[in-house]
């Protein structure tokens, strides 16, 4: 009992690294609410069957990855590895997948068993942002640019858009004929993982990182030249209007998303910060989701980043703490109840106030705001409790004394002036 540890591939949070977290996440949520796109929360606890049917039985992720287990009930449980499943269900299941266009996003915990690495837990978190019954091309650059700005306004560096396009059902069909009879020609060539995934999942061998995998791959087929004309529009579309709007991407043909029900549009935003691990940002089209899943034919697109690889690769002024605006010096039994009932009424200014419930000397609590770096400073003694007031003044070197004023407790109108003047307005 005396060695109780984590779990291997979790991590725990603690206060100094979550002031990088919180400000990321503000940052995000900030540009989700100036896109009009409203929040959806779905249970971490799905049944087992949702993501077999959602993602693909023969996928990595429902074959190897998921954490399943039997409840009381006998039922088959799983912790959710993905978030757009889960999306899609809750919109069946309630009976809105056949409303008119929506904009969603979540954000939470996910689990996989993998090998645990930089950026990369068994339980992790995850932003996925989804548009329901959106069906054309400029949906897809919509997203595609909503990614980019999020990124972007989070200082992210050396980033890197790739693009591809996986057809309708009927280009993959056609071309995963020819490609399933190459890569039986050539079978001995591949890597074994490839060998296994021919019959099962053969689009994801394009995207092997096996070294000797990718050479050979160079002579295969390509779904681009399967598409039909409509398919090949619409990617040329796409391409134009990210042209436009100066968002420099690059073609990557042999990008593939993981998971079975991708159709058309599929990106990927990678960063030079992260090394062999690079992936940021995924997302794709699934136009077949919904309606694989009991759902009316709902088009959709959406996109998902891991959060753990945001935190490493996000500006360093986003894990600078913000300072406390003022800290309460309070010493004697009524001082500290009128420092207290202060207290909460500087917070409804939303400025970052510390009451000190020490009780220690004023010159340690003046050390502890020193320490801080405390904007301002409140003092409330036996003499400012005796007389209904307290002392305010800036706590820096330059201003130390020069902005120093004494308050009632009652008077709301001076309290307010010199917070405007000293610290609000600054």
């Known amino acids: ?15 100094d690294q979550l002031i990088k977290w919180q400000n990321v996440e503000k940052i995000i949520l900030e540009q989700l609410s100036r896109s009009s796109i409203k929040e959806i929360r779905t249970p971490i606890l799905e049944m087992t069957e949702l993501f077999i049917r959602g993602i693909g039985e023969e996928t990595d992720v429902v074959s190897k990855e998921m954490y399943t287990f039997m409840d009381r009930g006998k039922r088959s449980c ?51 942002v989804e548009f329901i019954g959106y069906e054309s091309v400029r949906s897809d650059v919509e997203i595609i640019t909503l990614a ?88 040329t579309d796409l391409k134009k209007q990210l042209e436009f709007l100066k968002i420099p991407f690059v073609e990557n043909f042999n990008l593939v998303r993981g998971l079975d029900y991708y159709t058309h549009t599929a990106f990927e935003f990678t960063s030079g910060n992260l090394g062999s691990q690079s992936t ?16 009316p034919n709902t088009q959709a697109i959406g996109f998902a980043i891991g959060l753990e690889r945001l935190i490493l690769i996000s500006g360093k002024e986003l894990a600078v703490p913000r300072n406390t605006d ?32 020490s009780g220690d000397s004023f010159s340690k609590q003046f050390k502890k705001a020193n320490k801080l770096k405390s904007k301002s400073i409140i003092v409330i003694g036996d003499n400012e409790a005796a007389n209904n007031e307290f002392t305010i003044r800036l706590f820096d070197k330059e201003s130390f004394g020069n902005k120093e004023e004494v308050i009632s407790l009652e008077n709301d109108i001076k309290l307010e002036n010199w917070l405007n003047n000293n610290l609000l307005l600054r």
């Open 1 to 15: 009992m005396n060695n109780l540890k984590n779990l291997r591939g979790t991590v725990d949070l603690l206060p």
């Open 148 to 235: 980019w700005d999020i990124l972007g306004k989070l200082g992210i560096k050396e980033l890197n858009l790739e693009i591809n396009t996986l057809g309708d059902i009927n280009d993959r069909l056609n071309f995963q004929k020819s490609f399933i009879k190459w890569l039986e020609i050539n079978k001995n060539s591949l890597d074994l993982d490839s060998q296994r995934r021919i019959n099962k999942n053969p689009l994801r061998i394009l995207d092997s990182k096996n070294s000797q995998t990718k050479k050979v791959l160079e002579n295969a087929p390509k779904l681009f030249d399967f598409l039909s004309d409509k398919s090949h529009k619409r990617y």
């Open 280 to 295: 940021v940002c995924g997302g794709g089209r699934y136009d077949n989701l919904i309606k694989q899943m009991g759902g």
């Open 326 to 357: 003022i800290y309460i010096i309070n010493q004697g039994l009524i001082a500290e109840s009128l420092a207290m009932d202060l207290s909460r009424k500087l917070r409804n200014y939303d400025l970052l106030v510390e009451l000190d419930l």
């Open 78 to 128: 799983t912790l959710r590895p993905e978030g757009t499943a889960s999306v899609a269900r809750a919109l069946i299941q309630n009976g809105i997948s056949s409303n008119t266009l929506q904009k969603l996003w979540y954000m939470g915990p996910m689990f996989r068993y993998e090998r645990p690495q930089a950026g990369r837990q068994r339980q992790f978190h995850q932003l996925g």
